[in-house]
């Protein structure tokens, strides 16, 4: 019976060796896991800032900078731009002026937006033509997509669509 016992015992402190040997290899592995987490996340760190010090990542951060200041990232402000086409129109006399908001066009898989707009004006001469675009000023580059031009008895009618290209918001690209 003793000879049992003793065996018994010698059984259950085996069983408690491989437990704590099992136990033990799971704590290391788990380490060992941590380690390598830990030794990626500071190369990610090193290539981060190697590009920090690269002057051309520096350049291309402040050509980002000057986008987002110009309002490349924010919504189109049509409420702005039409409050610069009814300025110009005043400071120019210009005779008449229509526009209206066509609905942004999705670009670039979603990342852009090409935002249009159509700009009737009734005109007195060319000249005034060319002055009204400089007078406009607005901080994104237009891009004059077409302008038809006609001159009708004593007016110059212009016909033209500008584009300017915007960020989508956040939540629209894919």
Request: one cysteine or more; a neutral charge.
């Amino acid at each position: 019976m003793k000879q049992t016992l003793a065996w018994a015992a010698a059984a259950m402190l085996a069983a408690a060796g491989v437990i704590a040997a099992l136990w033990g290899n799971a704590e290391l592995r788990r380490a060992h896991a941590e380690a390598r987490q830990a030794v990626t996340q500071l190369d990610e760190l090193h290539a981060q800032l190697a590009r920090l010090r690269d002057p051309e990542a520096r350049q291309l951060a402040k050509r980002f900078a000057s986008l987002q200041a110009q309002g490349f990232f924010a919504e189109p402000k049509a409420r702005a731009l039409a409050t610069r086409l009814q300025a110009a129109r005043e400071n120019l006399d210009i005779a008449g002026l229509r526009h209206a908001l066509k609905t942004p066009q999705p670009l670039a898989d979603g990342l852009l937006r090409q935002n249009r707009m159509e700009i009737e004006l009734e005109l007195l001469h060319e000249q005034k033509f060319v002055d009204f675009w400089r007078a406009l000023d607005w901080p994104l580059p237009l891009q004059l997509a077409y302008c038809d031009l006609e001159r009708a008895a004593a007016t110059l009618e212009a016909r033209c669509q500008v584009h300017w290209l915007t960020a989508a918001p956040s939540g629209d690209a894919p």
